[in-house]
């Protein structure tokens, strides 16, 4: 591929391959370790666990699997009330309809962009009220930046109800000195396509309690009774990763950190090169908090710019520049039509504000800085009317 000329269209988050990926694919084709079952996949789970920081981890098959999985160990059975951040993608939350549980949206606060602990609160209470507590949170770090997990955590604990971390988009992203994913109950991993790493699919559950990782693989391999045939006393799911996948992920995940800096210097660049212009500003990182900047946000101001974010997607798309809103609350919905959702403040509704406003940039670890450049030149072409302002003054 020749890298000084550009691409045809540039994506949001393309797959970014290393050099050991073909590697470690043969060696498990030769060894015949290509099950559900492997050397691979055993190393991988401990690579993981061990960079976090937690005891151990189950690698599945995706990271909405590892949901599943986490709502199961915490019993999630119909009715159940499950509080989840309302600004994140639909694979939070279809888990708890899987369970016939009752999901209830927390807006987001504006300095993470994640779960408001204002509105996690006045939930709390007036569930602790009715009698009505959830059986579980999920906090989501949105696009590589970390909730405010003391906050929340200090909240969960007054009511005794467990955090579930759905890490799929902060893997390499620290929240005080510890890992994304490692602070709740249960983190869980996605290593989809786009993510900043990728086993081509796949995901993970982590957690301290090496009893509940065990019951966690129990299920993700239909839950078989150790018994000498075969028998079943709970119901289980498919839901393990392949040996060959995991070899793929363990390529990938070797060079995380080195993909965390490329991602941070593609959002320096785009700061550096559009944040003069009027009515534009980015995803914050709020002190304590190191985002790996899996995805680059841009929020404009429309009164300002004078074009609305879905214009301006429209327009780069147009481009053949892949850039998207920011993801629909989950509150908004159609299918959550009904499901109860706590603003930030009365009149306040982060996350609506948020996706009325904001752009998904190609932020890829393989973006060629003639890429990158090609889409900064359209964006200040687009917000041209304020730039031509700024110009004057
Ligand atoms: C990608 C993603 C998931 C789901 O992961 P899969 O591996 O695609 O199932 C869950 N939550 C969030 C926030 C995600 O971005």
Redesign the pocket.
Known sequence: MLLNTKSDMIFLSPPHLGEKEKDYIQEALDSNWIAPTGPHLDAFEKEVADYIGVDGAVALS???AA?HVALSLLNIEKGDKVFCSTL??V??ANPILYLGGEPVFIDSEPTSWNMSSVALAKALKEAAIKDELPKAVIV?HLYGQTAKMDEIMEICNDYEVPVIE?A??SLGSTYKGKASGSIGEYGIF???GN?IITSSGG?MIVSNSKEALEKARFLATQAKDPAPFYQHSKMGFNYRLSNILAAIGRAQFSLLDERVHLRRKVFTVYQKELNQINGVSFMPEYLGSRSSRWLTVLLVDEKVTGNSASEIVTYLNQQNIEARAVWKPLHLQPLFKGCSYYSHYPGKHVAEELFQSGICLPSGSSLTEIDQMFVINHLKKVLESSYDREAVI
């Open positions: 995706s990271g909405t949901i994140t993608f694979a939070s989501v759905d799929a988009e996605s290593f989809n993510k995901g």
